[in-house]
């Protein structure tokens, strides 16, 4: 019997610099790791994204640790997303280019605040790229729950014995959780969506039987402003 320990990272920086950890970021990962410790909660291994913001969450939570990188457990790639699905959007749906607009004027004037906060118009765009409503050259959502189930297999098939950590994002957190589940479907963003910067969610394995335990855990963010989800 193992546990994996699923954690997403920290929050991350502003939308024009998203893959980077805020300061308090890195606080919210350090708290983590205090936790852990204080709990007697130990590694027998550690895995992280590629990502800068999961890598750097990583090293706050377990310092000094080895933790093996694997690009399996990488968010999807948003800005493409709205690269390739934006000019569809635009043109389909006028409020999605109001609001748009409205946001690329709030990145312009650098208001951080709005720049961390997932609005309608992120939702549009990442609802489209699920749906696989147009067409896209990226990685597609298909391609990316393979992806993740893939990564997860390659933790489980490692049998370790005992606590193993995992640094990742928030999707790959929900897409893992919902094939718990037994959900192949849209509903793995339902889950992602309220996940909590530098929470854990922990997976039970015994033999190739994997099952949610616990979802979205912050016992360490005990005051309501460490509590973010971008």
Not at 159 to 168: E, I, K, P, R, S
Not at 170 to 178: H, K, Q, W, Y
Request: proline residues 3%; hydrophobic residues 45%.
């Amino acid at each position: 019997m193992s546990v994996l320990y699923l954690v997403r990272h920290g929050q991350a920086g502003t939308r024009e610099n998203y893959d980077s950890l805020s300061e308090l970021g890195r606080t919210q990962a350090r708290l983590l790791g205090e936790h852990f410790r204080a709990q007697g909660i130990h590694f027998a291994a550690a895995y992280s994204g590629a990502l800068a913001r999961q890598r750097a969450t990583g090293a706050e939570v377990l310092p000094g640790a080895e933790i093996t990188v694997d690009p399996g457990w990488d968010e999807f790639d948003l800005s493409n997303v709205y690269r390739e699905l934006a000019p569809f959007l635009i043109e389909d749906d006028e409020r999605f280019r109001i609001e748009y607009d409205e946001m690329q004027q709030a990145i312009a004037r650098q208001e951080a605040a709005v720049h961390r906060k997932w609005n309608d118009c992120d939702k549009k765009c990442v609802r489209a790229w699920v749906e696989g409503r147009y067409p896209y050259k990226g990685e597609s959502w298909i391609a990316f729950v393979e992806r993740i189930h893939q990564a997860l297999a390659r933790v489980v098939a490692a049998a370790h014995d005992g606590n193993v950590a995992v640094f990742t994002s928030a999707t790959p957190i929900g897409v893992s959780a919902a094939r718990t589940l037994e959900l192949f479907d849209g509903r793995a963003m339902w889950l992602a969506a309220v996940m909590f910067n530098a929470s854990f969610t922990t997976l039970r394995v015994h033999g190739d039987e994997v099952r949610l335990f616990t979802m979205n855990a912050t016992p360490h963010l005990s005051e309501a402003h460490l509590r973010t989800f971008r």
